[in-house]
Nanobody, 121 residues
Framework: QVQLVDSGGGLVQAGDTLRLSCVAS????????MGWYRQAPGQQRDLVAA???????SYADSVKGRFTISRDNARNTVYLQMNSLKPEDTAVYYC???????????????WGQGTQVTVSS
C-alpha cells in the first residue's frame, strides 16, 4: 500500500507565497517522477510542475519564473514553492508520484488527496 499526503494550501492574497509539500509512504520500491497538478472549478486537471528521478524539471508556461519544484529523494517528498501568486492560481493542487511498489514489476501512478489554494485579489 502506497499513500501520498499533500499539504500546505491556504487562503492568501495576490503576490503572497505558499509552499506545498507531499510525502509518499508505504510499500515503495522505486520512485520515478513526482510532481503537481491543479484543477480549478469546472476545469480539467492540468500539470503544473514535474521532477524526474534524473533531476529534470518542467513547468507549465503559466507558472514559469514563479513556481519552483524540488524533491527530497531520501524522504520521498516533493515540494512546490509558489511565489507571486495570482488569483488565477486558485485551484485544488494534487501531488502525484510514478513509482514501482515493492514486490511488483510495473510502475503505477499515485495521487495525493489534494490541497486547496485560494488567492484573493
Amino acid at each position: 500500500q502506497v499513500q501520498l499526503v499533500d499539504s500546505g494550501g491556504g487562503l492568501v492574497q495576490a503576490g503572497d507565497t505558499l509552499r506545498l509539500s507531499c510525502v509518499a509512504s508505504g510499500s515503495i520500491g522505486t520512485m520515478a517522477d513526482m510532481g503537481w497538478y491543479r484543477q480549478a472549478p469546472g476545469q480539467q486537471r492540468d500539470l503544473v510542475a514535474a521532477a524526474t528521478d534524473g533531476g529534470d524539471l518542467s513547468y507549465a508556461d503559466s507558472v514559469k519564473g514563479r513556481f519552483t519544484i524540488s524533491r527530497d529523494n531520501a524522504r520521498n517528498t516533493v515540494y512546490l514553492q509558489m511565489n507571486s501568486l495570482k488569483p488565477e492560481d486558485t485551484a485544488v493542487y494534487y501531488c502525484y508520484a510514478r513509482l514501482r511498489p515493492k514486490f511488483q514489476s510495473i510502475y503505477e501512478n499515485y495521487w495525493g488527496q489534494g490541497t486547496q489554494v485560494t488567492v484573493s485579489s
